[in-house]
């Protein structure tokens, strides 16, 4: 019962801005975008979230489409370190936090 | 502590024993959840608890599975007559409740984990 659907994998260039795609065509009104990745052999670790509005931290940047029904998460400038799986989760506030497949990212030197 | 805290952090069981994780929250955190990850697979959904409210206990995958939480402070997940499909790492996180969080609101913070090898 996946909410979201994102590519198994992709490939980046060092440097490069990696944009990772997510689907989440059936997202209600109140639920949330949140995206976490997981480097190899740790747990988890969250990067953003939004809502309706477009949102920036210092790790990354969330665009959310106007019918909010897909959203892409954007790594600036990529670094050999962000390689991981990373994951588009859609949740209620206050609710439980459910992880799909991912996309395992990588990035090529 | 600084951070989610869990022991053991290697568990070697043989099969049918009963195993018991702990995990201990950040302080203030209401929210708990137990995850279980497979070697090579994504992260399970277990259990959450969320304050005072009943857990929800959707993922448990069977009644040999159970986990109590006293208030908002320690909790532990119980594994009776582990089976080797129960080998995983099981991963607590916490949260503050989203109201409380603000601009962090839904960053879950995650333990090392607890590795399980049934024999």
């Known amino acids: 019962d996946a909410k979201t659907t994102q590519p198994p994998s992709m490939d980046c260039a060092e440097g490069r801005a990696a944009n990772l795609p997510c689907n989440h065509s059936?997202?209600?009104?109140?639920?949330?975008v949140y995206w976490y990745r997981q480097i190899h052999s740790q747990g988890p670790q969250y990067i953003i979230h939004?809502?309706?509005n477009n949102e920036t931290n210092e790790m990354a940047s969330l665009i959310i489409t106007e019918d909010r029904k897909s959203s892409t998460l954007i790594l600036p400038h990529a670094t050999l370190r962000d390689t991981a799986v990373y994951y588009c989760i859609v949740s209620l506030r206050d609710d439980k936090i459910i992880f799909g497949k991912g996309t395992r990212l990588h990035i090529l030197p | 502590g600084a951070g989610v805290s869990q022991s053991p952090s290697n568990k070697v069981t043989e099969k049918g024993k009963d195993v018991e994780l702990r995990c201990d929250p950040i302080?203030?955190?209401?929210?708990l959840y137990w995850y279980r990850q497979r070697l090579g697979q994504g992260l399970e959904f277990l259990i959450y608890f969320q304050g005072n409210s009943a857990p929800d206990k959707s993922g448990l995958p069977s009644d040999r599975f159970s986990a109590e939480r006293t208030g908002e402070s320690v909790s532990t997940l119980t594994i009776q007559r582990t089976q080797q499909e129960d080998s995983a790492v099981y991963l607590c996180a916490s949260s503050l409740e989203f109201w409380l969080a603000g601009a962090t609101s839904g960053e879950l913070f995650f333990g090392e984990g607890s590795r399980l090898t049934v024999l």
């Open positions: 302080s203030g955190h209401t929210a």
């Open positions: 939004g809502l309706k």
């Open positions: 059936t997202i209600s009104g109140n639920e949330y």
